[in-house]
């Protein structure tokens, strides 16, 4: 009788089990799972309107998809500059980013007409605008130029309006303030129409410039001032609401060409229903915000809808307008968001 060692018995055991798990794919092997690393400049917590989105992202994707995607998802600029990571989104290197539109501007120029002052009445109209004509439009256009997809416009946590130390009430009164304001072209502008002093100083500066009197003032969202406690500095706000800034979610060419066909349209409807939830989650904390800031003192006054229509039409007629003959091509956009105001 032939004897067998116990090494070749064991081989052969072996051997058997795979052959019999061959059979058996769904129970024997696992599926790799596709993983998509997605940028983040803000913190990971329920009060930064990036991570709201992303965590309903991630519940809607695992219930269409399982364990087939895995988003892996990185707060802080722990992969860099915002500006950085732009580049690395369109090479593959980052599949994902969240961030405000305004960034995207420095790859399509074109996109800065969302950061002009007025131009939308409220995030439903940003939703509505962008859905629309003007959305598919823009969105084209970054396709063409970068490779890169809009897969969503979602919103920050409230409109922007203007806050200062000593109190505000109109345009007559807002002449010779001065603010701080974001360090672009669209900021620097809307604020020299409406008569104020724009003064680009980095947010990490602007407490203490408030506090010192470097500036006077500066706009931002309610949310942000609660956030970064700006309310022990300004008391009174203007509000204005001169900015519906939009929250864009983008991903690469070569990332959104990895994911599977079967699996993309599973990938669509959790980008969808998270913005559906994400936009009326940031409508309750703007306004939960708004409500903190006066519990807490801050001082509240409308702007007039004299005053907003009478510098709107300043903002068509020179801003909006030299924007337009700029880039002709965002003219029609700039019709479409009109015709989409309720």
């Not at 051997?15 to 599926?31: D, E, H, M, N, V």
């Not at 799972?33 to 994707?61: C, G, I, P």
């Not at 009445?121 to 890169?148: I, N, T, W």
């Not at 864009?248 to 993309?264: H, N, Q, Y």
Request: hydrophobic residues 45%; aromatic residues 8%; positive net charge.
């Amino acid at each position: 009788m032939t004897s067998i060692s116990r090494r070749r018995l064991v081989q052969a055991g072996t051997a058997a089990s795979f052959s019999a798990l061959a059979g058996f794919p769904a129970i024997g092997r696992a599926q790799t799972a596709l993983a998509l690393r997605f940028s983040s400049s803000m913190t990971a917590d329920e009060n930064a309107a990036h991570y709201v989105w992303y965590q309903r992202f991630q519940t809607s994707l695992k219930a269409g998809v399982g364990e087939a995607i895995k988003i892996d998802y990185f707060p802080n600029n722990q992969l860099g500059k915002e500006s950085d990571i732009v580049q690395q989104v369109k090479v593959g290197s980052v599949d994902m980013m969240v961030s405000g539109s305004s960034i995207w501007a420095t790859v399509l120029p074109e996109m800065g007409m969302l950061d002009l002052g007025y131009l939308f009445d409220s995030y439903a109209h940003v939703a509505k605008a962008l859905e629309g004509p003007a959305g598919a439009g823009l969105a084209g256009m970054l396709q063409q130029r970068s490779g890169c997809t809009v897969l969503t416009w979602a919103s920050h946590f409230g409109p922007r309006s203007v806050y200062t130390k000593l109190p505000v009430h109109s345009l007559a009164e807002i002449k010779g303030v001065k603010l701080r304001v974001l360090p672009t072209p669209a900021f620097i502008e809307t604020f020299k129409i409406m008569g104020a002093i724009p003064t680009p100083i980095p947010i990490g500066e602007l407490y203490m410039a408030a506090q010192t009197g470097v500036v006077d003032g500066f706009e931002h969202d309610a949310a942000t001032v609660l956030a970064s406690k700006f309310d022990e500095v300004v008391k009174y706000c203007w509000t204005t609401e001169h900015l519906f800034s939009p929250m864009t979610v983008v991903m690469g060419k070569r990332s959104l060409d990895r994911i599977p066909a079967e699996l993309r349209p599973a990938f669509l409807k959790a980008v969808a229903d998270a913005t559906a939830q994400q936009r009326t989650i940031a409508g309750e904390k703007g306004l939960a915000a708004v409500a903190e800031l006066k519990r807490k003192g801050m001082i509240y006054s409308p702007m007039s809808a004299a005053d907003r229509a009478t510098v709107r039409k300043e903002m068509e007629a020179r801003l909006w307008s030299d924007f337009a003959k700029q880039y002709p091509a965002t003219a029609p956009l700039f019709a479409s968001i009109a015709s989409s105001r309720t």
